[in-house]
């Protein structure tokens, strides 16, 4: 289950480096650790990717304030995630997307195929077609991959806003 055990840290902080076949595929930082931590880390390893998904110290939760791993605010892979921004660019059946406010710190690529697609509105055809560069979307679906360059959300549902 990949579980393992550190002992003799020093107090502070330190950093797991995870790689696969050579290439790194992540860093977790652990920060204000004191002497005589127990610490429990949670990670999601992906083939390109590793998200912090817990850190516990001495039984307190404190995820919210280890490093952040993935440029959408509050995303988590493999769960549910809701959007809401502009076509950056169309490729296909994906597109990129600007998310609004200051939910993501990056764009964010939507793969549309199997999506249902609905439009306010709109008399007429509505589906992958509308697809255009400025485009206002909310985007339903499930948060693929992500880290602080780049996130992946498989949509099951877009919405085209006005």
């Known amino acids: 289950n990949g579980t393992f055990e550190l002992e003799g840290l020093p107090a502070g902080t330190f950093t797991l480096v995870f790689s696969r076949n050579g290439v790194t595929l992540g ?12 610490i429990n880390v949670v990670v999601q390893i992906t083939i390109t990717t590793v998200v912090l998904v817990k850190v516990e110290i001495n039984g307190t939760d404190q995820t919210a304030d ?3 791993t993935c440029l959408i605010n ?6 549910g995630i809701e959007l809401e921004g502009s076509v950056n ?11 609004n406010g200051q939910r993501a ?8 195929s199997g999506a ?5 509105g709109v008399k007429g055809t509505c589906d992958a077609t ?24 498989k949509a099951t549902e877009v919405k085209f806003q006005h």
């Open 27 to 38: 860093t977790i930082t652990i920060t204000s650790v004191p002497n005589q931590a127990e």
């Open 105 to 112: 710190s990056g764009p964010v690529t939507v793969d549309t």
């Open 66 to 68: 280890a490093t952040k």
């Open 130 to 153: 509308l697809l255009k560069t400025d485009a206002k979307v909310h985007v339903r679906g499930t948060l693929i991959s992500c880290s602080m360059q780049a996130a992946q959300v």
């Open 116 to 120: 249902s697609f609905s439009c306010a």
């Open 89 to 99: 660019t169309v490729t296909g059946t994906s597109f990129e997307m600007a998310v």
């Open 74 to 79: 509050g995303g988590r892979v493999n769960e």
